[in-house]
């Protein structure tokens, strides 16, 4: 739906538990755990929306032969070797948002989030959405392509800061 968004699960098999709301007739999704295989790994992406159209402005994608997520906690996990892209295709941020973070970190410019982030791994990966905290390990590798160019990243251990749902910037 226009300014919406879209999540959606694939795998071969899945648990699934929903809790209840203050809607008697309604359900949410708590937690989703996602079984694949190396061959036909499990997916899950969530897609969000233009306000007042359906353009679709971020997307983030992981997948992996198992696949856990929390909506409670807001936390994806992959306990296993994987890929997690994070594509935002918003507009440029203005001046406002130029000014550099006072976090520290390796930032990588002041629009740093627009554009595809690739990560991948060997080991485990976790997201949490609400801080934007990955930690992937185990022969990570992470390429980060925007209009500017590309910058790629190789290590064992990796933890990174991407902009979270809420829209605040923080180093990558």
Same mark, same amino acid.
């Given at each position: 739906p226009p300014g919406g968004s879209l999540d959606t699960l694939r795998s071969e098999s899945a648990e699934?538990?929903?809790?209840?709301?203050?809607?008697? =007739?309604?359900? !949410?999704? &708590?937690? *989703? !755990?996602? +079984? @694949?295989?190396?061959?036909?790994?499990? /997916?899950a992406e969530s897609r969000r929306f233009a306000s007042g159209g359906t353009t679709v402005e971020r997307i983030t994608y992981v997948e992996g032969a198992r696949v856990e997520v929390s909506q409670s906690t807001g936390v994806f996990e992959v306990p296993v070797a994987g890929k997690l892209l994070f594509a935002d295709r918003r507009p440029q941020a203005g001046p406002e948002r130029d000014a550099p973070s006072p976090a520290p970190g390796l930032t990588l410019g002041a629009n740093s989030a627009r554009g595809d982030t690739l990560?991948?791994?060997? @080991?485990?990966? /976790?997201?949490? /959405? @609400?801080? =934007?905290?990955?930690?992937?390990?185990?022969? !990570?590798? *992470? +390429?980060? +392509?925007?209009?500017? @160019?590309?910058?790629?990243? &190789?290590? $064992? $251990?990796?933890?990174?800061? !991407?902009?979270?749902?809420?829209g605040g910037q923080t180093p990558v």
């Open positions: 699934i538990r929903l809790a209840p709301t203050a809607d008697a =007739g309604k359900r !949410v999704l &708590e937690s *989703a !755990v996602a +079984i @694949g295989s190396t061959e036909h790994p499990a /997916r990560l991948s791994w060997n @080991g485990t990966m /976790r997201y949490q /959405r @609400g801080d =934007g905290r990955v930690h992937a390990t185990d022969t !990570v590798r *992470a +390429i980060h +392509i925007d209009a500017s @160019g590309q910058a790629q990243l &190789e290590c $064992d $251990d990796l933890l990174a800061f !991407v902009e979270t749902q809420a």
